[in-house]
T-cell receptor, first 111, second 116 residues
Framework: SQKIEQNSEALNIQEGKTATLTCNYT??????LQWYRQDPGRGPVFLLL?????KEKRKERLKVTFDTTLKQSLFHITASQPADSATYLC??????????FGTGTSLTVIP | GAVVSQHPSWVICKSGTSVKIECRSL??????MFWYRQFPKQSLMLMAT?????????EQGVEKDKFLINHASLTLSTLTVTSAHPEDSSFYIC????????????FGPGTRLTVT
């Protein structure tokens, strides 16, 4: 069966450290992989998109890697801040018209 | 830019009644919108893909006669939950893609539905 799993339900990290979140998938061949941030009671907000032929993408303090052989994406937040505390979701885009979300990781950055 | 709104933000209805949720793209035209539902502490589950001027494409296991989707214009899609039951209580979120080549989704703020 098809699965999208994110490393842990919850991740606590000290302010200033780098947070690393994992997204693993099976039985998919996504054309794109995306990362979103979701705050409680709100819709997700788009952060980054990485294509299947790209290894790494950066945006300010965010970095995403995509390994189609391992079927894994890593999402890094460097110099983490309490304001980064939220749930982070990965999403697979199979054809440009089908989006499937991972289980989400709740990140808490401790001051 | 790329703002998506939903109305209402929350609704309480009695079992057996129908509820309509609106999703609007405010500053762009969305040929494709998506409807998701999310249970507490769970991820988003894609319910259906809504294309302007055509029938929606439903995901496996989603009853199309229960969750009616209409995408009548390039800026409006509606989801009607018919004959709602308590198990339909959930957070319903819509999203839109600005244009096919970008694949970035912009989400609405969500609608909290509670069926009593």
């Amino acid at each position: 069966s098809q699965k999208i799993e994110q490393n842990s339900e919850a991740l606590n990290i000290q302010e200033g450290k780098t947070a690393t979140l994992t997204c693993n998938y099976t039985n998919y061949s996504p054309a794109y992989l995306q990362w979103y941030r979701q705050d409680p009671g709100r819709g997700p907000v788009f952060l980054l998109l990485i294509r299947e032929n790209e290894k790494e993408k950066r945006k300010e303090r965010l970095k995403v890697t995509f390994d189609t052989t391992l079927k894994q994406s890593l999402f890094h937040i460097t110099a983490s801040q309490p304001a980064d505390s939220a749930t982070y979701l990965c999403a697979l885009d199979l054809t440009g018209n089908q989006f499937y979300f991972g289980t989400g990781t709740s990140l808490t950055v401790i001051p | 830019g790329a703002v998506v709104s939903q109305h209402p933000s929350w609704v309480i209805c009695k079992s057996g009644t129908s509820v309509k949720i609106e999703c609007r793209s405010l500053d762009f035209q969305a040929t494709t919108m998506f409807w998701y539902r999310q249970f507490p502490k769970q991820s988003l589950m894609l319910m259906a893909t809504s294309n302007e001027g055509s029938k929606a494409t439903y995901e496996q296991g989603v009853e199309k006669d229960k969750f009616l989707i209409n995408h009548a214009s390039l800026t409006l899609s509606t989801l009607t939950v018919t004959s709602a039951h308590p198990e339909d209580s959930s957070f319903y979120i819509c999203s839109a893609v600005v244009h096919p080549s970008s694949y970035e989704q912009y989400f609405g703020p969500g609608t909290r539905l509670t069926v009593t």
